[in-house]
Structure formats: structure tokens, C-alpha cells
């Protein structure tokens, strides 16, 4: 560890302070955090500290090279680098948020494909059904939270399941009351909702705004979950890994 990271932390009276961060923490849970100290921080900063840091710290202040001339500059580095080498953005947003919806299509599709199997099924094998809808039920349980892995963790489709089952399986009873809570919850009101719509403009449009705050809240409760109980997973890994 690095003089100043000790300093911070002896200052903070926090020892351990950035090895909490980076192995208690999950990622996305980091950079919320990041995020909410920075709003914390520009809450108290004024206008006359804004002023202040533009006339002291250089770092504040415009470049007084033309994001024109950069943007040329950069031109020139790419087109005299040796073969063999391939420019690269970091975050692609629109990539990743493709890959996400790939895999959550194809995810979609095998489990429907299996659905209409089984239900296919159930009308020639008889008995043979009813295990096969036993054990789609038992595979779709598993794979509750493959959504939340690829959008949330970003996992590729095969770990996402990995990461799904692996929640599911550390968290069975737990996860089987929030999922039996949200699909009693959704389907209870969305016939409430259905009832409303036709009483009135203004009940319709009050019945859409409920109806997008649940569902919005339910969708929400199972992210939270995942996030939640994946971090505790992997804590839990961790720790074991270190005795």
C-alpha cells in the first residue's frame, strides 16, 4: 500500500479502508457509491469556489488546445501505427447494450422452445409430461435471474445462467418468496388495473401511472436482490478463499 492511501485512511480512521472498498464492494455498488460522494461533494461547493478553483488549479480550467487539432492529432497517431494493432473504445454502450439483448433473446427463445415441448408433449407422452413441465419449472427457477446477470453483471449468456443458479441455489427459500410475491402481486393488481381502465379518463390514466410505479418497483425488488445477494455470494467466496 501507497504512503497517501495510508495517510487517507489514517486520516479517515478507517485502517483497511481501501481494501474494504475493493473486496467487500461489487463494482456497480462501488460506483454508486463514487456517485454519491461526488453529489455530496458539488452540493457544498459554491460559486465563488468554483471561481476560486478556475483563477488557482489549472485542472479546472478549458484547454487551450482545440478539441479540432486533438481529434487530427489523433488522426495522424492511428494512421502511422504498425499493423496488427486495432483501435478500441472503452464502455461500448451500444455494444454491450446489444449483447445484452441478444442474450436475453436467446435465452427467451430456448425457454420458449422448451415450454412448447413439453406442453406438445403432454398430449402424447402423458405421464412423461408431467415430469418435463416439473423439470422446466425447476430449470426456469434456476434461470430466474439470468436477466439481472447480463444486464446488471454483464455476464455472457452461459455465466449468466452459472450466476443465476448459483443465487438461486444459496438463497432457494428466499427466492422462491420474492418470486411467488412479485408474480401474485403482478398478476392481483394488472386485474385491478384491467378493472379501472374502463371507469373513466381520469381512473384510466391514474390506473397507468400505479400500474408503471409497481411494476417498476417489482422489476426493481428482483435487481436488488440479485445485486444483493450475488454480493454476499461472492464475499462469502472470497472469505473461504483466504482460510
Partial sequence: MDKITERIERQAGIPGLA???????????????????????????????VLTGYAA????????????????????????????????ALAPFVRVLFRSWASLALISLVIG??????VLASSLVGIFAVFALL?????LLYASFFPQAVTLAGHK????????????R????????????????????????YRAIGS???????????S??????????LFYFYRDRSAALRSLIMAQGKT
Fill in 113 to 118: 422452445c422448451a415450454f412448447v415441448s413439453a
Fill in 57 to 88: 488549479d489549472r485542472f479546472v480550467r478549458p484547454s487551450p488546445v482545440s478539441p479540432v487539432v486533438m481529434l487530427r492529432w489523433d488522426q495522424i497517431a492511428f494512421a502511422h501505427l504498425p499493423p496488427g494493432f486495432e483501435p478500441i
Fill in 19 to 49: 481494501a474494504l472498498l475493493a473486496e467487500r464492494l461489487s463494482p456497480t455498488d462501488l460506483q454508486s457509491l463514487l456517485l454519491a460522494v461526488n453529489r455530496l461533494r458539488s452540493a457544498r461547493i459554491r460559486p465563488a469556489d
Fill in 212 to 221: 408503471a410505479f409497481v411494476g417498476t418497483g417489482l422489476t426493481a425488488a
Fill in 135 to 139: 423439470a422446466l419449472g425447476w430449470a
Fill in 200 to 210: 373513466g379518463s381520469a381512473v384510466t390514466f391514474v390506473a397507468i401511472l400505479a
Fill in 170 to 193: 444459496s438463497s432457494l427459500w428466499p427466492t422462491l418468496g420474492l418470486l411467488v410475491l412479485v408474480n401474485l402481486l403482478d398478476t392481483g393488481l394488472s386485474l385491478i388495473w
Fill in 157 to 168: 449468456p452461459l455465466n449468466a445462467v452459472l450466476s443465476s443458479l448459483l443465487v438461486v
